[in-house]
């Protein structure tokens, strides 16, 4: 158990809808990161946030939003959603985000969307 | 473009034996590359990791090894045992700015140790 929590497990919908993910990070780890996981691919780095604010951003849709809340706990939101959203989604934590230093990231066991 | 490759999807091996997991990548300013192991309906897990200014790092039966040169690591696992069967994905992380230290990860490859 990494101490990173995702809800819900699994989420089905239709085409065009909006989902939450939910994700809460281990206990004093300050950074979250997103990644989608689609068929046969790697991990695609969505979004960061540090301490509520956006720290950097890779292959994420204008469709998609995050957003990181006081109690560090952060939200994926997917709206208008195609087929092709179908992943799964892990959220993963870090302790600090010191310049200089990496910071392991510890992940979740992540959220499989599947749009219909 | 993808940064961080793992060209064998697969690989199968009798326990007992070495288990050899190769990664090339791109991307010269990579500075800290990890492997993590994932089992199904789970989230990936730390395994082991090396920074650009080794050549190696060992972890019990865990070693990995960074040809610079190269742009390619490799993990070897030694003795291969039933339980490491799973997906290792490759990882590269460099520094982005404003303190944001990105995970860029290869596709995985699936390993299967034979009893």
């Known amino acids: 158990d990494s101490g990173v929590t995702q809800t819900p497990k699994h989420l089905i919908t239709a085409t065009g809808q909006r989902v939450t993910l939910r994700c809460s990070p281990r206990?004093?780890?300050?950074?979250v990161y997103w990644y989608q996981q689609s068929l046969d691919q790697g991990l695609q780095f969505l979004i960061q946030?540090?301490?509520?604010?956006?720290?950097a951003k890779g292959n994420i849709l204008e469709r998609f939003s995050a957003q990181q809340f006081p109690d560090l706990h952060s939200e994926l939101n997917l709206s208008s959603l195609e087929l092709g959203d179908s992943a799964l989604y892990f959220c993963?934590?870090?302790?600090?985000?010191?310049?200089?230093?990496?910071?392991?990231?510890?992940f979740g066991p992540g959220t499989r969307l599947t749009v219909l | 473009d993808q940064q961080v490759k793992q060209n064998s999807p697969s690989l199968s091996v009798q326990e007992g034996r070495i288990s050899i997991l190769n990664c090339d990548y791109t991307?010269?300013?990579?500075?800290?590359f990890l492997w993590y192991k994932k089992y199904p309906a789970e989230g990936p897990t730390f395994l082991i990791s090396?920074?650009?200014?080794?050549d190696k790092n060992e972890d019990g039966r865990f070693t990995v090894f960074l040809n610079k040169s190269a742009k390619h690591l490799s993990l070897h696992i030694v003795p291969s045992q039933p339980g490491d069967s799973a997906v290792y994905f490759c990882?590269?992380?460099?520094?982005?700015?404003?303190?944001?230290?990105?995970?860029?990860f290869g596709k995985g490859t699936k390993l299967s140790v034979i009893p």
């Open positions: 993963a934590s870090s302790v600090r985000d010191q310049t200089g230093t990496y910071n392991e990231q510890f």
């Open positions: 206990s004093g780890d300050l950074s």
């Open positions: 946030y540090y301490n509520g604010e956006e720290r």
């Open positions: 991307n010269s300013m990579f500075d800290y």
């Open positions: 090396i920074s650009s200014i080794k």
């Open positions: 990882a590269a992380s460099g520094y982005s700015g404003a303190g944001s230290y990105q995970l860029t």
